[in-house]
């Protein structure tokens, strides 16, 4: 899983999404098999520590882990950012719940 990987590694990424890159989120939305990932279906290109990033993101974080935070089911990691890149000026996607509280 991606927690394990994580913990694993000690590195993790964040790629960055706006209107249009955004229709890359889907792939990580599919069912896969085991031996299947998201990536599969999507551009990507490596971040310095060798972690994958969107190619069409609107940017991206390539992240140390410096820690983790659990509270029921759900683990939060936090790292500390070592590299990051911004492909172009733009506003990033952002999740708003149906009661409109953002996370």
């Known amino acids: 899983d991606h927690l394990t990987a994580i ?18 989120m889907g792939a990580f939305f599919k069912k896969r098999g085991p031996d299947e990932s998201p990536f599969d279906d999507v ?7 060798g972690i994958p990033v969107l190619t069409d993101a609107l940017g991206w974080l390539d992240c140390k ?8 089911d759900l683990v ?13 000026e733009d506003e990033p996607m952002i999740h708003v719940r149906k009661d409109g509280r953002t996370y």
């Open 76 to 88: 939060v990691v936090f790292g500390t950012v070592e590299a990051g890149s911004l492909a172009r």
């Open 7 to 24: 913990r694993d590694s000690g590195r993790f990424t964040v790629s960055i999404v706006d209107k249009a890159s955004s229709g890359a």
């Open 43 to 49: 551009a990507h290109e490596a971040a310095p520590s």
């Open 65 to 72: 882990l410096s820690g983790e935070h659990a509270r029921g």
